[in-house]
């Protein structure tokens, strides 16, 4: 078979999406660099179209055993390698409680071909929060599995439509054309319509499965396969025009770089720009000055080993991070020692095993043996092993989480639907129940606890100041602020917020009390998870983040006050971040300890926006209790008398929440008027 000539511009092209991937991985430079993946679908169609197309010329039949041998040879060796060293890694410097069993979860999905499946089920891409896609080295793995699984799909239906037309002239090729683009119409709509969705009856996160999903994904691959058919029919009327479109795709294609907001659905409408221009520019092809440039030597050696370095940074990052959190020199090495590992595996891993069009069929069974077996035997053995054999026990204070029954009052997964919870989240005496709805009107006091992920050390801490004097309803969503304002790309917490307002109504509480963790809405990088502009825009500047947070706030409280309901808000502890040993204890590094803060550091660190509720509150007369107060003396500590007083390095255990039940107390009395002389600290964690 004559397969498609090699083009040095695809190999630029592969070039440039790792190197676009790589900058937004370790520096978020671009913004938008996440598109290269999209860069590398569009590649593959073309590829993938222009074997397929010249086998039918040749042999006029389709060889999917031989076509899926080829994908074997060129993918399966450099993934089990990695994943190998990976696992190996793991074992080593993982800690053993959540990473090694997540990761070896992670390697036997992507050695099944099925990553973005399981990565679909347990976190989004650019979900801030738990669990943490950027703990996982074997995240990127996601589009891989895409890959393949599209590699399982076409030739089958290719050789099908061959086989069936064989009598009908032309068939094939019109038949496989209909296909193309019904099929393609189909999967961007179902890409945008879920993006766009916040439910779906069949499935529970949508914008998820848009990203993750093949078929989502398949009009990528798509434009591929109709660049690759405008190639073919091309000759002379391909070439005129060719530099103007060469050179107007490059400027959308960067363009979209830097536009395309991570916060925002993907990969349909907005991943319609770096796709077509893709696919733009595979027709204008080498001679133009855009295909020149993407020619050049350093871009095509960089573009055949790809493949290599896209396999081997997200590791190199994600391990250099647990072993040297801050340091900001991890992203360079990461990066850069990558591309080395990558050239490594090109000249000894991948290249000599590629050489030569066939493999003897034992040959090829033995590396495929190997390349699946050797990875999914050593993931079984360090999720075995990080249970049974070199376990290490984090310290007990750690899983001290605030009392039974306050996780379910808290929608943690940025993709869970706003379900009212029925029961086990309103606390009388201290206690909750499965019969005692949230809403229910029941003539007793209620004091409602709203917030994020920072309201259950809070409502802990409010369970037992109130006592018995009042019951307490909990209600919080992770990533969402009770607040007039929402983080961007986040509709949900809009929906979350306006049902939270609809539940004050209903209880008419004698006090609200506020928990945000705050400064995690202020930064306006990419990736984070900042408070948004109306119209669902990124704020300019931090000094811009606040001003929006502030007037959320005023908002809040202006409508708690037109009620007559007294507000406290509880501002976040002092936020300990990646310095918090947990998830980093591991069989080289087993013992839980960290260094103090200066108080005075910590103040100046949240001076801004402390300082900017304290005024709100003020003006609005609200209480304010800052955990800092009570928390801290001349240094800050996440430790006290003995006892580990945070569960991870943002939020309060049962022993953190103990503290500041008296700041509290005082708060709930100055603003309500109520609660004085209640059961106080003694009942925390009952």
């Known amino acids: 078979m004559s397969g498609p000539r090699r083009r040095s511009d695809i190999q630029g ?11 937004y991985h370790a520096a978020a430079w671009p913004s938008g660099g996440f598109v290269g993946v999209d860069i590398f679908f569009v590649i593959s169609g073309f590829v993938i179209a222009g074997v397929l197309l010249a086998e039918t010329d040749d042999r006029r039949s389709i060889n999917v055993g031989a076509f899926l041998a080829r994908r074997v040879r060129r993918l399966l060796p450099a993934l089990a390698v990695c994943i190998t060293v990976v696992l190996g890694v793991t074992a080593l410097v993982g800690d053993t409680v959540e990473s090694q069993p997540s990761i070896a979860s992670t ?6 071909l099925g990553a973005n499946l399981h990565l679909y089920r347990h976190s989004g891409y650019f979900d801030p929060g738990e669990p943490d896609p950027a703990r996982n080295p074997l995240h990127h793995t996601w589009s891989l599995s895409v890959e393949e699984q599209f590699y399982l799909l076409v030739p089958t239906v290719a050789a ?43 499935l529970q996160a949508p914008g998820r499965a848009a990203f993750y999903g093949m078929p989502t994904r398949i009009w990528e691959f798509g434009a591929g396969f109709a660049a690759a058919l405008l190639v073919r029919r091309g000759g002379r009327a391909r070439r005129r025009g060719s530099t103007a479109v060469a050179s107007a795709s490059l400027v959308a294609l960067i ?49 055949d080993r790809s493949y290599g370095w896209y396999l081997w940074h997200w590791p190199a990052l994600v391990m250099g991070r647990w072993l040297w959190p801050d340091r900001w020199w991890v992203a360079a090495i990461g990066a850069g020692g990558s591309l080395a590992v990558a050239a490594a595996s090109y000249r000894w891993i991948e290249q000599p095993i590629r050489r030569g069009r066939t493999m003897a069929p034992r040959r090829l069974a033995a590396l495929c043996v190997a390349g699946f077996g050797a990875p999914a035997a050593l993931a079984f053995a360090v999720s075995f092993g990080a249970s049974h054999w070199w376990r290490v ?5 750690w899983y001290a989480f605030p009392r039974a029954g306050l996780d379910r009052c808290i929608i943690i997964n940025r993709d869970m639907p706003n379900d009212l919870p029925t029961g086990r989240c309103r606390y009388r005496n201290g206690a909750s129940s499965a019969s005692m709805r949230v809403d229910e009107q029941s003539g007793r006091p209620v004091v409602a606890v709203l917030g994020d992920r920072q309201v259950d050390g809070v409502a802990e801490a409010v369970i037992a100041a109130v006592g018995d004097r009042a019951d307490v309803v909990v209600w919080g969503r992770s990533g969402c602020p009770f607040l007039a304002a929402a983080p961007l790309g986040f509709p949900r917490c809009t929906q979350w917020q306006g049902q939270a307002e609809h539940l004050i109504d209903l209880l008419d509480p004698v006090a609200v009390v506020i928990a945000n963790d705050t400064p995690t809405y202020l930064d306006p990088a990419v990736g984070e998870n900042v408070i948004a502009v109306p119209n669902d825009r990124r704020p300019s500047d931090p000094r811009a983040a606040l001003a929006l947070w502030t007037r959320g706030l005023a908002s809040t409280l202006d409508r708690l006050a037109a009620r007559r309901i007294p507000a406290v808000v509880v ?41 900017a509720e304290r005024s709100v509150a003020a003006r609005h007369g609200a209480s304010v209790v800052d955990p800092v107060d009570v928390l801290c003396g001349a240094v800050c500590s996440a430790t006290n008398g003995g006892h580990w007083l945070y569960y991870d390095g943002f939020h309060l255990n049962r022993f953190g929440a103990e503290a500041v039940v008296p700041a509290i107390l005082e708060a709930l009395v100055e603003s309500s008027g109520q609660f004085a002389g209640s059961t106080g600290p003694d009942d925390v964690g009952g």
């Open 160 to 202: 099908l439509l061959v086989a069936w037309s064989r009598r009908r002239s032309g068939a094939a090729r019109r038949a496989a054309l209909g296909l193309l683009v019904v099929g393609s119409l189909a999967s961007f709509a179902a890409a945008w319509l879920l993006g766009a969705s916040t439910s779906v009856p069949v």
């Open 107 to 112: 390697a036997l999905a992507a050695v099944g």
């Open 571 to 611: 501002q976040p502890p002092p936020a300990w971040g990646a310095a918090f040993p947990r998830g980093r204890l591991s069989p080289l590094r087993p013992q839980a300890a960290m260094s103090d803060v200066r108080r005075s550091d910590v103040v100046r660190d949240r001076g801004p926006w402390a300082a």
């Open 255 to 303: 363009a979209s770089m830097w536009w395309i907001d991570p916060a925002l659905p993907f990969p349909a409408p907005s991943g319609a720009v770096p796709v077509l221009a893709t696919g733009l520019l595979l027709v204008a092809g080498e001679a133009t000055w855009v295909g020149r440039a993407l020619s050049s030597p350093a871009m095509v050696w960089i573009g």
């Open 13 to 23: 092209l592969r070039a440039l999406a790792v190197l676009v991937v790589v900058g």
């Open 393 to 397: 026990d984090e310290p007990l204070d």
